[in-house]
């Protein structure tokens, strides 16, 4: 007897080791409605369905029906809890679960990896405001053209950074914005790179 949407989803969920509270953080739910979901009391609508899904990795109609191959992933690593990058010492600590397989992130990686919330729209359309970027924060030699979240006189931002003759070239995507420079010298003391930016996650 193929088990109900409730039972598959509790799998998946303490498969990954999260709370019933834990996942509807991530998925922006009461945990009221994981639990109903989990009981089969009500359905997820189909916007929930898709996250869930992008979630823990597998193919949507596995989830919904119990059909088809349940795994959209090869690799086992799955859903790991990153953290948000703190910019006050003694913060609370925050985080967010993120399906590292969807990243196509390196296992050596994951220990590196941490999030920071987008707030503007400056880098629309390939970053909408308050998203939640993943940053790899091993990887801060700056390569020409790639997005990197570095903070200026404890100034958080996420920019595209390119080289140029007098010095780092900040750059936003959305054209309305102008671009900024920062000489050789400012940037390198002024400026902290904090991790390249891997992947986005759409409001968690």
């Given amino acids: 007897m193929r088990e109900s949407f409730g039972e598959r989803l509790r799998i998946l969920r303490v498969r990954d ?19 109903q979901w989990e009981t089969n009391t009500s359905e997820p609508k189909m916007t929930n369905l ?7 990795g597998v193919s949507i109609e596995w989830l919904s029906s119990g059909q088809s191959a349940p795994v959209v992933c090869s690799s086992n690593t799955g859903t790991v809890k990153v953290p948000f990058y703190n910019t006050t010492e003694g913060e609370s600590e925050r985080f967010a679960y993120i399906n590292v397989d969807l990243l196509g992130v390196n296992t050596d ?8 919330r987008i707030e503007g729209d400056s ?5 909408q405001d308050e998203s939640i970027v993943v940053l790899n924060t091993s990887d801060t030699h700056v390569r020409d053209g790639r997005a990197y979240a570095f903070s200026v006189r404890g100034n ?6 390119t080289y140029s003759t007098l010095g780092m070239c900040v750059k936003s995507v959305n054209s309305f914005y102008n671009d900024e420079m920062l000489t050789t010298n400012d940037f390198h003391k002024h400026a902290k790179v904090i991790g390249r ?8």
């Fill in 156 to 161: 958080i931002r996420v920019k595209v950074l």
């Fill in 109 to 116: 990686d994951i220990k590196s990896l941490a999030c920071i």
């Fill in 123 to 127: 880098m629309e359309p390939l970053i």
């Fill in 17 to 35: 080791g999260l709370s019933q509270r834990e996942l509807a953080k991530a998925m922006n739910v009461s945990p009221m409605a994981v639990s």
């Fill in 197 to 204: 930016v891997i992947g986005v996650v759409s409001r968690l």
């Fill in 50 to 56: 898709r996250l869930l899904s992008t979630f823990f």
